[in-house]
């Protein structure tokens, strides 16, 4: 989503990116939410607090818009820090074949993913990712 495209600045040039896009988890109904991904600092401005600065905002701007929840795949020590926590928790599963710890979820509003069970159905796009 154009809205939920965010860069970090610094030194008069772009040297972090995050994106969410539109998901659907699809169970015994579909709930829209979002997946945030991808999201890259370059490494020369890593460990500068850009990447956390960047989730926050996105998170925080994902809230105003009106999404409820964020699923995420990646780095399993990394997201939990936002509050991301394993998305099978609340019974998400992810299309893919992936460890456990490495799909996540968090809630926006409180119990937000409560009864959201299913199955994530990400755009076609993310199938051809290897
Ligand atoms: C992941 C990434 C975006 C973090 O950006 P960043 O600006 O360095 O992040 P921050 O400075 O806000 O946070 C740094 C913290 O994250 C931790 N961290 C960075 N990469 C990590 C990883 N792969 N796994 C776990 N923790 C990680 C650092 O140890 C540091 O922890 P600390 O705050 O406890 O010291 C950046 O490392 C990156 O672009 N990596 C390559 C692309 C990538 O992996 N993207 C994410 C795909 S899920």
Redo the contacts with the bound molecule.
Sequence with gaps: MPELSLVAEMDDKIV?HILFSKIQIVGESIYDSLAL???????E???????????ARGLYRAKELGFNSVI????????P?FGFQRASKCGIKCPFKVPDEVFMAIELTENALDGESGIVQYSDEFNEVE
Excluded: E, F, R, W
């Excluded at 991904?37 to 490494?43: E, G, Q, R, S």
């Excluded at 890593?46 to 989730?55: H, W």
């Design positions: 972090g991904a991808p999201m890259a600092v370059i490494p401005y890593q460990m500068k607090g850009l990447g956390s600065k960047l989730v995420v795949l990646g780095h399993k020590d990394y997201y820090k």
